[in-house]
T-cell receptor, first 118, second 113 residues
Framework: EAGVAQSPRYKIIEKRQSVAFWCNPI?????LYWYQQILGQGPKLLIQ????????DSQLPKDRFSAERLKGVDSTLKIQPAKLEDSAVYLC????????????????FGPGTRLTVL | GNSVTQMEGPVTLSEEAFLTINCTYT??????LFWYVQYPGEGLQLLLK?????DKGSNKGFEATYRKETTSFHLEKGSVQVSDSAVYFC????????????FGSGTRLLVRP
């Protein structure tokens, strides 16, 4: 079974530029998550989708970050304009989707995109 | 609010030593608990999980028991190998928080030959 795919793996940009990341979840997974992992910290949720609807975006800096999952499959995360403090690894994860069984909430992570803002 | 606290690293051990990485949590109700591992240059991988009190998760020689009375989920392994060198993250999720994962800050383990 193919895992969660992300691209690019690395990106270097200057501050005030824009950048986009792409994620393709495991086939059949309804729920998709974007996490931000700053060096030396645990990942922090930015946004969660259930199919193509947003479930939780309370931690997303909406003045500069946006995300979409138009057809309920793959997703893009955009930053515009980028700031120095956005340097981090952006992780995408997917799960079957919350329901009646706790086992469906297991999240599987992609390799991440390492963003460096200069 | 919900949170996870892990022991700070790095933890340095010799091969075949016993490993314990402490993890405690704060949450209402009955969260699911997880250990994820991140090998150098790779993404997060689920190591083990437990979904209710007194459950023991196990995988690859690692074990952790969900202790509600002490709100803990400590990771243990009887004999570590050099290949276990990685960063280990403890995390929780709750159904009424849409199952988002709340992570600890991670503990780096270095195993020397």
């Amino acid at each position: 079974e193919a895992g969660v795919a992300q691209s690019p793996r690395y990106k270097i940009i200057e501050k005030r530029q824009s950048v986009a990341f792409w994620c393709n979840p495991i086939s059949g997974h309804a729920t998709l998550y974007w996490y931000q992992q700053i060096l030396g910290q645990g990942p922090k949720l930015l946004i969660q989708f259930q199919n193509n609807g947003v479930v939780d975006d309370s931690q997303l800096p909406k003045d500069r970050f946006s995300a979409e999952r138009l057809k309920g499959v793959d997703s893009t995360l955009k930053i515009q304009p980028a700031k120095l403090e956005d340097s981090a690894v952006y992780l995408c994860a997917s799960s079957l989707g919350y329901g009646t069984s706790a086992s469906t909430d297991t999240q599987y992570f992609g390799p991440g995109t390492r963003l460096t803002v200069l | 609010g919900n949170s996870v606290t892990q022991m700070e690293g790095p933890v340095t051990l010799s091969e075949e030593a016993f490993l314990t990485i402490n993890c405690t949590y704060t949450a209402t109700g009955y969260p699911s608990l997880f250990w994820y591992v991140q090998y150098p240059g790779e993404g997060l991988q689920l190591l083990l999980k437990a979904t209710k009190a007194d459950d023991k998760g196990s995988n690859k020689g690692f074990e952790a028991t969900y202790r509600k009375e002490t709100t803990s989920f400590h990771l243990e392994k009887g004999s570590v190998q050099v290949s276990d060198s990685a960063v280990y993250f403890c995390a929780l999720s709750r159904m009424d928080s849409s199952y988002k994962l709340i992570f600890g800050s991670g503990t780096r383990l270095l195993v020397r030959p």
